[in-house]
Structure formats: structure tokens, C-alpha cells
């Protein structure tokens, strides 16, 4: 059984989690920050930064906003990584195993939520009393208990998962598994496609036109299409911005030209 490996990897998610709530949310649990670092626990971080791209193309979309709860990004990148890297088998099958692993801990995570809505009495009572040192160590202990579930999943998944997930894998006839590596391959270009779905609009339809003959036509590469990106940006949102308030205010416009020239580039932004 792979106990180091076990341990490792349960150790990288529950870490991985502390940071994220405890630092205001940094994204330290997407996919493109979790399976190079599950890659280099066991020994192979250019399979984990491969996956990790491949990865964080479907899950790009997925964020948790409000009451929701998504499929779970960090168990799914991470077991994902590491059965495709224990398994010797490439990107496609941590994809491929990435999703509906993520959707499994989505369940396991909303339970944990059901566990921690019955603090929230005691929560109230203590900001009643005004006990900040209680909440502080109530609030840590909930987190503790998410910790210890990413920790645990991980931990029993790998320790009796992995050799009857890579017996499994070896298992599938070649046709069966030439049709899964190709659908791993499918799926990033679906979840990007979702992500660009609600900007699909006349008026952008231009934008993806000519990123499509500066990739295919002219060969540039992925690194100049996006700066070509960020000046076309620049121009729509701040030169356009500041025409559309010299229109409606000339005094208005001289200001916001004043105040760029004084560094103040904050401007920029806040069009």
C-alpha cells in the first residue's frame, strides 16, 4: 500500500485548504497550483504541472458563489493528479478521473457543511456575550474539520484506491481506453467552452476572429496573442470609456486626463 503516498498527498490538501480560508482566498486550491504540487510529493512535477493545465481548463468555471456548491476543485485536481501519476498514465486519465471524482467530493463536502451549520447556535450565543476569543476558536475548529476531511478522503483513496484504480486502468481493452484518452483530451475545450459561452456575442464575435487568424494564419505565439489582447483592452475600455465622457462632460474627461498624467493609474481600472 502507498502510506507514504497517502500521507503526502492528504497532507498537500489539507494545507492547501488552511491557506485558502485563513489568507483571504488566494486560489492556492485550483487545479493549476494543486497538481504541481501533488506531482512533486510523488516524485514527478512535469506530469503534475501537464495535468494541472489540462485540469484548471474544465474546472476554470467552477467557484463556489453564495449558498452553491460546485464540484469540489481541490480533491478532484488532487486525486485526480495522483492516480494518473501512481497509475503511470498521462493527463488524459487525470482528466478523465478528475471530474466525476470532484463531483463524489462535492456530496462528502456538503455534508461537512450540514455538521457546521449546528455551530452557528453556539456562534450566536457567543457574539451575544461578545466572546471574540470563543468564535476566533470555534471558526478555527470548523476549518480544522474540513481540513481532516480533505486529509482523510485523499488518505483512504490513495491508500486503497490507487492499486485498484491502476489494476482497473490496466484492465480496459485498448479500444475502451484509446476512446477515454480522447475524451480527456475533449474535455478541456469543453469547460473553456462554457467559460466563453455568455461572452459569445455579435459584438465580440470580432475578438475571437482575429485571435483565430493570429494563432492559425500568422503563427504567433499564445504569449503575443494575449498582449495584443491586453492593449485591444486598453483601447475598448479606457480610450472608449473616456470618449464616452467627453461626450457626455468635457470638464469631466479633462479631469480623468490629469489624473493620468499624474500617475494616478487607478483610473484605468475603475472605468
Known amino acids: 500500500m ?10 498537500v490538501l489539507a494545507v492547501l485548504w488552511f491557506i485558502e480560508k485563513q489568507l483571504g482566498t488566494p486560489m492556492v486550491i485550483r487545479p493549476i497550483v494543486v497538481s504541481p504540487l501533488v506531482g512533486l510529493v510523488l516524485g514527478d512535477v512535469t506530469a503534475g504541472v501537464l495535468m494541472g493545465a489540462s485540469l484548471e481548463l474544465i474546472f476554470m468555471g467552477a467557484i463556489q458563489i453564495g449558498g452553491s456548491i460546485p464540484p469540489d476543485v481541490l480533491v478532484g485536481a488532487g486525486l485526480g493528479t495522483a492516480f494518473a501519476i501512481l497509475s503511470k498514465q498521462g493527463p488524459e486519465i487525470a482528466v478523465a478521473l478528475g471530474l466525476p471524482i470532484s463531483i463524489l467530493a462535492q456530496s462528502i463536502k456538503a455534508l461537512i457543511f450540514i455538521i457546521r451549520s449546528g455551530m452557528m447556535e453556539n456562534a450566536l450565543k457567543m457574539a451575544e456575550n461578545n466572546n471574540v476569543r470563543g468564535m476566533k476558536a470555534l471558526n478555527l475548529g470548523g476549518l480544522f474539520l474540513q481540513c481532516l476531511m480533505y486529509f482523510a478522503v485523499a488518505f483512504v483513496a490513495i ?35 462554457l467559460l466563453l459561452q455568455p461572452m459569445m456575442e455579435a459584438k465580440n464575435a470580432i475578438y475571437f476572429l ?27 475600455v479606457f480610450e472608449r470609456g473616456k470618449a ?22 487607478e483610473d484605468l481600472f475603475n472605468e
Open 159 to 193: 491508500l486503497f484506491g490507487s492499486e485498484a484504480i491502476a489494476g482497473f486502468l490496466q484492465s480496459i481493452p485498448a479500444s475502451i481506453m484509446s476512446a477515454l484518452t480522447n475524451i480527456g483530451r475533449l474535455l478541456p475545450a469543453v469547460g473553456f467552452a
Open 244 to 265: 464616452n465622457t467627453a461626450a457626455k462632460d468635457p470638464a469631466l474627461a479633462t479631469a480623468s486626463d490629469a489624473g493620468v498624467q499624474d500617475g494616478n493609474w
Open 210 to 236: 482575429l485571435g483565430f487568424v493570429l494563432l492559425v494564419y500568422l503563427k504567433l505565439p499564445v504569449i503575443a496573442i494575449t498582449l495584443i489582447g491586453l492593449a485591444i483592452a486598453y483601447i475598448v
Open 2 to 11: 502507498n502510506w507514504s503516498a497517502a500521507i503526502a498527498v492528504g497532507l
